[in-house]
């Protein structure tokens, strides 16, 4: 399939127009970044993350209010995706030495409750589990499905026939189900996602997150000065820039604007802008090897048509394989549920994004060197 045969379009003629709206594009977006700042997950700001889909409706207002007693300070308590999904978020990484005793009690009288009189004694406790030693392993097996039922995470210490210990869980998101089974027992619900970052672990990967954007910048710049001549690679760096600014910037203009979509920065965003770069660095790559094409066939025809010439040559390839793309995206993106949500949403206004400064950014920079320094590109 063929579209876009006959296409003579002025690209280069226009590229001052193009270069207003990149900058007012990167001007909003650098002012929301500055002054609304971006939304960081948990990933990187460290803390306890717990999404809950319910049966019913459920007012977030509500369950606010029935998590205020739990000890755990200010929750975060907003929608996750439609009206049964809920997202509870805390700083904390540990239960509080305050809270500790009462959720020991509340897994004693849970253990009671089925095994009155049992004789059982703890040989760990951490910040995070307890251990119980039983006095057989058939006991363990059976108190282990009587606590996961109700709503702790229990487990066997070891694999062996004849284990007598059993771990049980303590940490935020566990004391958070337990009040929510406890006071919405009228709405059952399961655990979507539940995440735990420590503060110094959050601060790494940020920081590992750009050095890795940073490097794939550095490394295609190296590959494309190799490949091509320096500036096609500054050029293509810049563009590249480019897409990941008004991008970073669309998500500190749109976080909490629309309804259902979480556009908060993780590991899964990172990777969307990881995998961003490449899509968009292909479709200049495309272009570029065009245009040192037509420089060898026409040796004798201006830098400015041979740019305008092979971007049109291009256009039907970039539409067709963007427009396929786009289309996959979007389906994920209403269809592919929370946890693939943002990251298709991401790459689908990212690709819009990357084919645009791949067809008027690009290759207008590299004309602008060379007209600017009047030095003549050949190959």
């Known amino acids: 399939m063929r579209i876009f045969a006959n296409l003579n379009v002025n690209f280069l003629g226009k590229r001052k127009l193009f270069y207003t709206i990149s900058a007012a594009l990167l001007f909003i977006g650098i002012i929301n970044i500055i002054f609304r700042g971006l939304e960081f997950g948990v990933d990187f700001k460290g803390g306890s993350e717990i999404v809950l889909q319910f049966q019913k409706q459920v007012e977030i207002g509500d369950v606010r209010s029935k998590l205020e007693n739990t000890g755990l300070g200010n929750l975060e308590v907003k929608t996750f995706g439609g009206e049964t999904g809920v997202l509870i978020r805390t700083d904390l990484q540990e239960i509080p030495r305050e809270i500790y005793p009462q959720i020991l009690n509340n897994i004693d009288e849970t253990i009671n409750k089925s095994f009155p009189g049992l004789e059982k004694r703890i040989v760990d406790s951490t910040s995070n589990s307890v251990t119980y030693e039983l006095p057989n392993p058939d006991t363990t097996d059976r108190l282990i499905g009587i606590l996961n039922q109700a709503g702790f995470q229990a487990g066997e210490v070891s694999g062996e026939p004849n284990n007598k210990e059993i771990n049980v869980s303590v940490g935020i998101a566990d004391w958070i189900k337990e009040n929510?089974?406890?006071?919405?027992?009228?709405?059952?619900?399961?655990?979507?996602?539940?995440?735990?970052?420590?503060?110094?672990?959050?601060?790494?990967?940020?920081q590992d997150a750009v050095i890795a954007i940073f490097l794939s910048l550095v490394v295609i710049l190296i590959y494309l000065a190799f490949r091509f001549k320096f500036?096609?690679?500054?050029?293509?760096v810049v563009s590249l820039?480019?897409?990941?600014?008004?991008?970073?910037?669309?998500?500190?203009?749109?976080?909490?604007?629309?309804?259902?979509l979480n556009l908060e920065i993780d590991l899964t965003i990172v990777a969307a802008f990881l995998t961003l770069i490449g899509y968009s660095i292909n479709d200049t790559v495309v272009i570029f090897d065009r245009i040192r094409e037509n420089l060898k066939i026409h040796k004798t025809l201006p830098l400015f048509d041979i740019i305008n010439m092979s971007v049109n040559k291009t256009m039907s390839r970039?539409?067709?394989?963007?427009?396929?793309?786009?289309?996959?995206?979007?389906?994920?993106?209403?269809?592919?549920?929370?946890?693939?949500?943002?990251?298709?949403?991401?790459?689908?206004?990212?690709?819009?994004i990357g084919t645009y400064s791949s067809i008027f950014v690009a290759g207008a920079l590299v004309y602008e060197y060379a007209s600017r320094s009047k030095?003549?590109?050949?190959?």
């Open 318 to 352: 970039t539409v067709l394989t963007g427009g396929k793309t786009l289309f996959t995206l979007l389906v994920l993106t209403i269809y592919g549920g929370e946890v693939l949500r943002a990251f298709a949403f991401t790459l689908f206004f990212g690709i819009i």
């Open 231 to 236: 500036i096609f690679a500054l050029g293509a």
């Open 241 to 260: 820039f480019h897409n990941v600014l008004i991008t970073l910037g669309l998500f500190s203009i749109l976080y909490n604007v629309i309804p259902g």
């Open 180 to 206: 929510i089974r406890e006071r919405m027992a009228d709405n059952p619900f399961e655990i979507l996602k539940e995440d735990k970052v420590g503060p110094k672990v959050g601060s790494e990967l940020k």
């Open 375 to 379: 030095k003549r590109v050949q190959f």
